[in-house]
């Protein structure tokens, strides 16, 4: 197989990459890089999700991000697979989130959901 073949056959399903999965250190806000690789995409939506939570009953108007950011359909969103449009409105909903979640960024509720936008 020539190398361009090996390129093309490895982009052709990203999320079926091996190294993606075990990963020995991962970006985290939360917790220290090792520990991070050890948490799983259940476990960061939930904690996501509890921080969304949290916010609510801070501010209400972050309702509008629970279905694009943090619903069942979110969590299992991959985006190396989607088009370039889906990738787009995903972009534009976490560049309206942080922005609306700027004023709260010191408090815990909001590290939370950024750990699972992170992940």
Same mark, same amino acid.
């Given at each position: 197989?020539?190398?361009? =073949? ?10 079926? %990459? ?13 917790? %220290? ?6 948490? %799983? ?32 359909? =979110? ?15 995903? %972009? ?28």
């Amino acid at each position: 197989m020539t190398s361009l =073949a090996q390129q093309l056959q490895r982009l052709a399903l990203p999320q079926s %990459d091996r190294s993606l999965l075990s990963r020995d250190e991962v970006a985290s806000l939360l917790f %220290d890089p090792k520990e991070a690789a050890t948490v %799983d995409r259940d476990t960061a939506f939930a904690i996501g999700c509890t921080g969304l939570e949290e916010l609510l009953g801070i501010d209400p108007s972050f309702e509008q991000f629970e279905a694009p950011l943090f619903s069942q359909l =979110a969590k299992t969103l991959e985006r190396s697979v989607q088009t370039k449009a889906v990738n787009k409105q995903l %972009d534009e909903n976490i560049s309206l989130f942080l922005i609306h979640l700027s004023p709260y960024f010191l408090l815990k509720p909001a590290q939370k959901c950024l750990e699972w936008l992170i992940h």
